[in-house]
């Protein structure tokens, strides 16, 4: 099956500083991408959605000045944590749909542990 | 705008036992309906598709079905053993819609 990757799996940061996680798609080209946030014992919320080489569509409250995406290529996106504070510490996971592929499949990332401190 | 719930929100079951997990979506104009698995800290694994054209898919021991006039969804799990405990999710995407809509998931747990 297509294999999704994110790195980095956890992160720690301080309270201010920006983080970045990257989001792969490695055997198959992802017309697609989107990033959700999980709360422990709660389902996934989404973020944005992000197609190759446009700018992103977020949803309703996420501040696009702090999630910073970028979808550079048909295997790489990027979520971008600005000024990261204790209350954005989440689990981020991202997904891809993949290109030519019919049943319109997503196919998700392992997730990345987001601590602030 | 499309809901998913599923019912119930945790399970807990003997090892051995078949079991069978509930998703009911509010919008029956649907694409297609996946089942997920999730494990403590990881992300999903995408266990069955449904097509909204189907009525069935099947995996070893996993078996979900989809009645989209009613707007349900189970996802039965044959033979339960302790490697199935896990946070099970359904997701719809809508006929018209961009993305993925989840439920809340079902903690399973099987005791040994």
């Known amino acids: 099956g297509a ?4 790195h980095p799996s956890w992160v720690i940061c301080k309270s201010g500083t920006s983080v970045k996680i990257e989001c792969r798609s490695l055997d198959f080209q992802a017309t697609t991408m989107f990033w959700y946030r999980q709360f422990p014992k709660q389902s996934l919320m989404l973020m944005a959605t992000s197609n190759e080489g446009s700018k992103a569509t977020y949803e309703q409250g996420v501040e696009k000045d702090k999630f910073l995406i970028n979808h550079a290529s048909l295997t790489l996106s990027t ?3 600005t000024s990261a504070h204790p209350e954005d510490s989440s689990f981020y996971i991202c997904s891809a749909r993949a ?7 997503q196919y998700f990332g392992p997730g990345t542990r987001l601590t602030v401190t | 705008k499309q809901e ?18 509930n998703c009911s979506f509010t919008d029956s104009a649907i694409y297609n309906l996946q089942w997920f698995r999730q494990d403590p800290g990881k ?19 996993l078996n979900a079905s989809l009645d989209k006039s009613s707007g349900r969804s189970t996802l ?37």
């Not at chain 2, 998913?4 to 997990?21: D, H, K, M, Y």
């Not at chain 2, 999903?44 to 021991?61: A, K």
């Open chain 1, 3 to 6: 294999v999704v990757s994110q």
């Open chain 1, 79 to 81: 979520l971008t944590v």
């Open chain 1, 99 to 105: 290109r030519g592929f019919p049943r319109n499949e």
């Open chain 2, 4 to 21: 998913v719930t599923q019912i119930p929100a945790a399970l807990s079951v003997p090892e051995g036992e078949n079991l069978v997990l």
């Open chain 2, 43 to 61: 992300g999903l694994t995408s266990l069955l598709l449904i097509q909204s054209s189907q009525r069935e898919q099947t995996s070893g021991r």
């Open chain 2, 76 to 112: 039965y799990i044959a033979a339960s053993q302790p490697g199935d405990s896990a946070t099970y999710l359904c997701a719809v995407w809508r006929a018209s819609g961009s993305r993925l809509t989840f439920g809340e998931g079902t903690q399973l747990t099987v005791n040994p």
